[in-house]
């Protein structure tokens, strides 16, 4: 388990965070540092503390204990509008749009909101007109770029789940919390998945949480394990995978598989045999 760097360390850190809900530990002493451009997963059974985890970060809630630092500023008491101003942005598992307002919108109104000191630029056509044009580049790196002026409503939900990341990432946040980004996404949104976080969040930490490992394979170096709000283990993706405990603990296989018996010869193997 790596423990978490002094305050100062560049990028986003966690530090001791518990969070109780009534009696209910849910999160308990979970440390963690998110180097800048670096992609971190959070894995765990169901009910492990990751929700409630990226809430902490997000400033949904409040820890009992422990901070939260970036780039060296506390943020552990801030509310979400100043961890967004700081940089941190979220995409819901349940896209946060407005039905009624379009692709195009959502992606210039979310490059505006997170910049107050540019609001003086909307006087300015010529900057406006950028804003949109990257607007529409962002639409069409998550391949919305046919529906550009179709209502957030209209979309299915795949396309409402890019969107959410888009706009999300549309405020050239620091770092990203998704939560669950492979949820309900069709195959072939799913493969658009890791190409558009390389060319719309370069650059950009993205802390995680996801069930899919081979989506976390794809776009996670390292992976914080979650038990019972508590950290498991952090380790190199590939390593955290394979590590028995994590197998036993999230993928619910045994911890170590007896070596099975040769069947004799004439045998018939049985292939859905629990070791
Ligand atoms: N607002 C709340 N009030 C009471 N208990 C809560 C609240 N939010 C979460 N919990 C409890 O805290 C624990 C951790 O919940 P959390 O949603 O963070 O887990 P999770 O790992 O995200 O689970 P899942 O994978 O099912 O989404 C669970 O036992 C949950 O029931």
């Not at 002094?6 to 009534?22: E, I, N, P, Q």
């Not at 949904?60 to 506390?74: M, Q």
């Not at 540019?118 to 950028?130: E, I, L």
């Not at 391949?143 to 959410?164: F, S, V």
Request: proline content about 8%.
């Amino acid at each position: 388990m790596t423990s978490p760097p002094a305050t100062g360390t560049t990028g986003l850190v966690l530090s001791g965070l518990t969070r109780r809900h009534g009696s209910l530990t849910a999160v308990e002493d979970v440390g963690l540092h998110l180097p800048p451009g670096a992609r971190h997963a959070v894995i765990g059974p169901n009910g492990a503390g990751k929700t409630t985890l990226l809430d902490l970060v997000a400033g949904a809630i409040a820890p009992h204990r422990g901070t939260v630092t970036l780039d060296g500023h506390d943020l552990t008491r801030a509310g979400p509008a100043r961890r967004s101003r700081f940089g941190i942005a979220r995409s819901f598992q349940r896209p946060a749009l407005a039905d009624e307002v379009s692709v195009l919108d959502h992606l210039v109104l979310a490059a505006w909101h997170h910049h107050p000191r540019r609001r003086g630029a909307w006087r300015s056509p010529a900057r406006h007109r950028a804003v949109r044009a990257d607007a529409a580049e962002q639409a069409a790196a998550v391949g919305l770029g046919d529906a550009l002026h179709t209502r957030a409503g209209a979309l299915p939900h795949g396309r409402r789940r890019l969107l959410d990341v888009a706009a999300a990432l549309a405020s050239r946040p620091r770092v990203l919390l998704l939560d669950e980004p492979a949820a309900g996404l069709t195959d072939d949104e799913l493969a658009l998945l890791p190409g558009l976080l390389d060319e719309l969040a370069d650059g950009v930490s993205i802390l995680l949480v996801e069930h899919h490992t081979e989506v976390i394979g794809r776009l996670a170096g390292t992976v914080t394990v979650l038990v019972e709000g508590r950290t498991l283990l952090t380790a190199p993706t590939a390593q955290a995978l394979e590590h028995p405990a994590v197998r036993a603990a999230y993928l619910g296989l045994p911890e170590e598989t007896p070596p099975r018996p040769r069947p004799a010869e004439g045998d018939t193997p049985c292939s859905n045999s629990t070791p």
